[in-house]
């Protein structure tokens, strides 16, 4: 059966397809792919990895047109960054009311 596998970092990315055998686990499919090789910064033992956006664990056997996904932890934290953008806007809105 044909699976992919995707990887991305904000400047370069893969996409590796693949044919496995049924019953292949996707942590069999991303080794089977050779991204390690590529991006050392991978660690299955940290990085989390899903198929098709929903979050699985490396023993989850995959189906036919599978994408798996390996994701890059992230770098900050989204609730905090939209935290931070609305308390600028209201600022930034304070501070028009102040010089009308």
């Known amino acids: 059966m044909i699976v992919e596998v995707a ?3 904000p400047d370069k990315q893969s996409l590796v397809s693949l044919e496995v055998e049924k019953g292949t686990t996707l942590k069999e ?6 991204i390690l090789d590529s991006f050392e910064q991978i660690d299955l033992t940290k990085d989390r990895v899903g198929i098709f956006s929903k979050f699985a664990t490396l023993d989850t056997v995959l189906r036919e ?5 390996i994701y890059r ?6 609730k905090k960054v939209r ?6 806007g209201k600022a930034m809105r304070s501070n ?3 010089k009308n």
């Open 7 to 9: 990887y991305a970092l």
């Open 29 to 34: 499919a991303i080794e089977a792919s050779g």
């Open 65 to 69: 047109k599978d994408r798996v996904e």
């Open 73 to 78: 932890p992230l770098i900050a934290d989204p």
């Open 83 to 88: 935290k931070e953008r609305a308390a600028e």
């Open 96 to 98: 028009k009311k102040a």
